[in-house]
């Protein structure tokens, strides 16, 4: 089992930052893939970021990409998400997912290719 806590999410003005970490206990999960997700009330949930297994690769989701920034300090066992230049357009809920399946070293873009969810952190982005 895994558990994963996410903080950091908070209310900020448009053009601000927030970094949202997120702790995984439970087990180690330092080197596995993870991923960011944010959803809205009434959409699906949207893939930010990921990293793959062992944190040689990383991606970033073209509507964010110059904003934000997935980083992993495996010695923590801790997730991050970077962002900058916040817009109200960034509020949502954001989630970070752990795989612990059986995984080659790809991003996974997907939900369902996730096992583990947190629960989430609110960001709220003020005009």
């Known amino acids: 089992q895994v558990q994963l806590e996410e903080s950091g999410g908070g209310l900020v003005q448009a053009g601000g930052s927030l970094r949202l970490s997120c702790a995984a206990s439970?087990?180690?999960?330092?080197?596995?893939?993870m991923a960011w997700f944010r959803q809205v009330p009434g959409k699906e949930r949207e893939f930010l970021a990921g990293i793959s297994w062992g944190g040689g690769s990383t991606d970033v989701a073209d509507s964010v990409k110059a904003r934000f920034i997935i980083d992993r300090d495996n010695t923590k066992n801790t997730l991050c998400l970077q962002m900058n230049s916040l817009k109200p357009e960034d509020t949502a809920i954001y989630y970070c997912a752990a795989r612990v399946r059986m995984s080659s070293s790809q991003i996974y873009y997907n939900r369902g290719e996730y096992d583990y969810w947190g629960q989430g952190t609110q960001v709220t982005v003020s005009s």
């Open positions: 439970g087990r180690t999960v330092g080197r596995n893939p």
